[in-house]
């Protein structure tokens, strides 16, 4: 089946320890992003990626890492997480950024920093 | 500043009941639209997209540039139409979300 995964699905954790949320699809798309989404400011994106190898910050990449070593993963690292970056996290994908081409989106991530 | 605008947060209506969920955006150039719908414990996902022209679920959009708008329109609303609406526009290479609108259908 064609999808988005994304791992782990939820997760509490303190301040300043090191989390990676993962992130993997199987549909050979080229592009894929990380969102995050919040009450009142909808999704926002974070971090972007165009191919393997390739990233770009979106609009709040701020306390937020990614790499995009295979095509199929794009994993958004935490380095030092704090209570601010409590919310609910999408990946998505899509063949590549071309209008016609749908985001496939996983089923978030709902993080929650103590 | 390319941004897009959904001033609704909810909107109630009565099952058989007319829907208009407004969207207007900012963008300096020709503008690429799109509606995503998030339904209960269900992935976001496309609903539809203005260069396509296309009517999904009853729904349809209309580009309109004079008014920079993007309204989501459907004639009689379903209860299974309730979820969160989401208008998006693309900006180069990524998408740019409003904040929703949460469509609650009453039967």
């Known amino acids: 089946e064609a999808q988005v995964t994304q791992n782990p699905r939820y997760l509490i954790t303190v301040t300043g320890k090191k989390l990676t949320v993962t992130c993997s699809q199987n549909?050979?798309?080229?592009?894929m992003s990380w969102y995050r989404q919040d009450p009142g400011l909808g999704l926002r994106q974070i971090y972007y990626?165009?191919?393997?190898?390739?990233?770009d910050k979106g609009d709040v990449p701020e306390g937020y890492k990614v790499s995009r070593k295979e095509k199929r993963n794009f994993p958004l690292i935490l380095e030092s997480p704090s209570p601010n970056q409590t919310s609910l996290y999408f990946c998505a994908s899509s063949l590549s950024i071309l209008s016609y081409n749908e985001q496939f989106f996983g089923p978030g991530t709902r993080l929650t920093v103590l | 500043a390319q941004r897009v605008t959904q001033p609704e947060k909810l909107l109630s209506v009565f099952k058989g009941a007319p829907v208009e969920l407004k969207c207007n955006y900012s963008y300096s150039g020709s503008p690429e639209l799109f509606w995503y719908v998030q339904y209960s414990r269900q992935r976001l996902q496309l609903l539809l997209r203005h260069i396509s022209r296309e009517s999904i679920k009853g729904f349809t959009a209309d580009l309109n540039k004079g008014e920079t708008s993007f309204h989501l329109k459907k004639p009689f609303a379903q209860e299974e139409d309730s979820a969160m609406y989401y208008c998006?526009?693309?900006?180069?290479?990524?998408?740019?979300f409003g904040t929703g609108t949460r469509l609650q259908v009453f039967p």
């Open positions: 998006a526009l693309k900006n180069t290479d990524k998408l740019i």
């Open positions: 549909m050979n798309h080229e592009y």
């Open positions: 990626s165009m191919n393997v190898e390739v990233t």
